[in-house]
T-cell receptor
Framework: EDKVVQSPLSLVVHEGDTVTLNCSYE??????LLWYKQEKKAPTFLFML????IEKKSGRLSSILDKKELFSILNITATQTGDSAIYLC?????????????FGTGTLLAVQP | DAGVTQSPTHLIKTRGQQVTLRCSPK?????VSWYQQALGQGPQFIFQ???????QRGNFPDRFSGHQFPNYSSELNVNALLLGDSALYLC??????????????FGNGTRLTVT
């Protein structure tokens, strides 16, 4: 059965710390991997990763994919209280004409002042 | 350019009742996907519609049904509501003919509470 597993489930850090969030997957028809940030409502898209070893970067956030070992990491440097959220990893599974997303359970990040 | 819009934002229903949730896709998109996110869980795929037909379905019972209209908007219907149906229901849209038609962007969701 296809699955996406995130770790840790939750994390508490102080402002300024660097965090690494993990996502491993077993998905038969892998197309790409996505990272989302979810605060109160809809997940907000952060990154799409398709190729191994190519880092995607946006400000203090960066992410990389390893398609051989079937995992991805999301790094956040110099954390701020505004980074507090649930971070979701999703694999895009190719379904023929269209794709669907398989999500992990998320990592709850709390950044304390 | 409006993104994905969902209505209503919140809904409270009683066990056994039926509910209809609505989604309007982003302009230019023709495919709508629905997800259920229970508290403390990641979103789970319910089903996907394009050309007014259900094309893919996740592991949800037949109480969950949908519809897509000629203008590409979609409805999610849930019959015989159970307490366990309480969740955030998310809609995402995409354009099927795009080189990458992954449904990346979500609406703000409908929070359904079943009492």
């Amino acid at each position: 059965e296809d699955k996406v597993v995130q770790s840790p489930l939750s994390l508490v850090v102080h402002e300024g710390d660097t965090v690494t969030l993990n996502c491993s997957y077993e998905v038969t028809n892998f197309r790409s991997l996505l990272w989302y940030k979810q605060e109160k409502k809809a997940p907000t898209f952060l990154f799409m990763l398709t190729s191994s070893g190519i880092e995607k970067k946006s400000g203090r956030l960066s992410s990389i994919l390893d398609k051989k070992e079937l995992f991805s990491i999301l790094n956040i440097t110099a954390t701020q209280t505004g980074d507090s959220a649930i971070y979701l990893c999703a694999v895009v599974e190719y379904g023929g004409a269209t794709n669907k997303l398989i999500f992990g359970t998320g990592t709850l990040l709390a950044v304390q002042p | 350019d409006a993104g994905v819009t969902q209505s209503p934002t919140h809904l409270i229903k009683t066990r056994g009742q039926q509910v209809t949730l609505r989604c309007s896709p982003k302009s230019g998109h023709d495919t709508v996907s629905w997800y259920q996110q229970a508290l403390g869980q990641g979103p789970q795929f319910i089903f996907q519609y394009y050309e007014e037909e259900e094309r893919q379905r996740g592991n949800f019972p037949d109480r969950f049904s949908g519809h897509q209209f000629p203008n590409y908007s979609s409805e999610l219907n849930v019959n015989a509501l159970l307490l366990g149906d309480s969740a955030l229901y998310l809609c995402a849209s995409s354009f099927r003919q795009a080189e990458d038609n992954s449904p990346l962007h979500f609406g703000n969701g409908t929070r359904l509470t079943v009492t």
